[in-house]
């Protein structure tokens, strides 16, 4: 994910779903290691590392939605970018909803 944030800081704005894919999925191929489905990708990291990379994709996001679980901001065109300290499942997740697709994408952080 190091890379990829990496890649996050270096595009001049992250406003749109083909931004976030650019980072998440570059040349086509997904980062992290596949989870329990296609879009559903593990790092290794903790709450804060989960925390800074979320911190980087809304940079230049517009706040939506917080409460003491989940933190939302959403992107120019709809998208929207939320963090969970804690998941159904446990790590903290970063949730990417993208208008029109079928499945959120997942980034899941886990020691």
Sequence with gaps: ???????????????????????????????????????VRMFKGNHKTAEQCFQKLVKDAEFYFQNEK????????GSRIAYRKISTSGPPTIDIDIPGRKDNIKLKFKE
């Design 1 to 39: 994910m190091q890379s990829a944030m990496s890649r996050a800081g270096a595009l001049k704005s992250i406003t749109t779903e083909k931004d976030i894919l650019r980072i998440i999925k570059p040349e086509g191929r997904w980062i992290g290691i596949e989870g329990t489905g296609g879009t």
């Design 70 to 77: 989940i933190k939302i901001y959403k992107l120019a065109d």
